[in-house]
Structures are given as C-alpha cells and as structure tokens.
C-alpha cells in the first residue's frame, strides 16, 4: 500500500513530507528511494520522544542522521520539554527544525506557549548557534518544490 500511494503522489507531482517514528521507518524510506518511489531530494522529518518511538537524546538523532538517504532534506522535532533541546541538536547535525504547538504546549514550566512563542525561540537557538531562518522562497528553493 506505503509502494502504491508513494508512486501516486509522485505522479502528481508532490513532494511527501514523510515522518519517520523509528529505525525501521527510515529503512523503508531507503528502500523507496532506491526503487525510484521518492524523487530527490527526499522531505523527511525525524520524530523522536514518541512513546515506543526513537526517543528524543542526542545518540538516536545521530544514528537516524547518519542512516538517512544522500542527499535528504531533513528536520528533527522532540515532544514536551524535548522541542527545544532537539531543535539545537537539529541544528548541530546539520538539519532544520520544526517547532508549534502540535507538539509541545508550553514555553516554559508551567507557562502556556503560543506558536508565535515557540517559533521565536526556536529562530533564537537557531540564530545563536549561528544557522539562519529561511524565508517562504529560500525553503521552496532548497525542498524543490515547484510553483503553483
């Protein structure tokens, strides 16, 4: 079924953001690409701190980095109090980052966040560690993604 839908969203033309949960997940992703299922570069995004998922420390970002296909666009988010520190271990691995209240509710212990909030301190940590924060353009020039 994953084979079928994958060759009909190529079809269409339209870049699949796909979320990897564990190990296992990105193996399938490495294998669609190699059966030519996934144009490049592939959209992935490395969810971690999931129960009975890739939990959400510096060694499990670094093994699924390190197994990624050639040449993957690739964010990393962490749940909870998590979003923040995997935001910056995003950045140090050479990744994006992905930050919004899908995920964490909270900008500190006990303080409601807005999205707002937590995309500010995400573009923060990003700055500081010396990234930078894409525009609408940069990030559809650098995921490939055509015009409509």
């Not at 870049?15 to 997940?25: A, C, M, R, V, Y």
């Not at 890739?54 to 197994?67: G, I, K, M, R």
């Not at 700055?127 to 924060?133: I, Q, T």
Request: aromatic share 4%.
């Amino acid at each position: 079924m994953l084979r079928a839908g994958a060759a009909a969203i190529q079809a269409l033309g339209v870049k699949p953001e796909l979320e990897i949960f564990d190990s296992g997940q990105l193996w399938f992703v490495n294998q669609m690409v190699s059966e030519g299922l996934l144009d490049a570069p592939p959209l992935i995004q490395l969810c971690l701190g999931i129960a009975w998922g890739a939990p959400a420390d510096t060694s499990t970002v670094q093994s699924l980095v390190d197994h990624l296909p050639s040449g993957a666009n690739w964010a990393s988010f962490g749940l909870g109090a998590m979003q923040m520190p995997m935001a910056a271990q995003s950045v140090l691995l050479g990744g994006h980052v992905r930050v919004g209240l899908e995920d964490n509710l909270y900008l500190d212990k006990g303080v409601l966040a807005s999205n707002a909030d937590l995309v500010e301190r995400a573009r923060k940590i990003v700055e500081l560690m010396g990234g930078n924060v894409m525009t609408p353009a940069d990030a559809r020039q650098t995921l490939k993604l055509k015009a409509r």
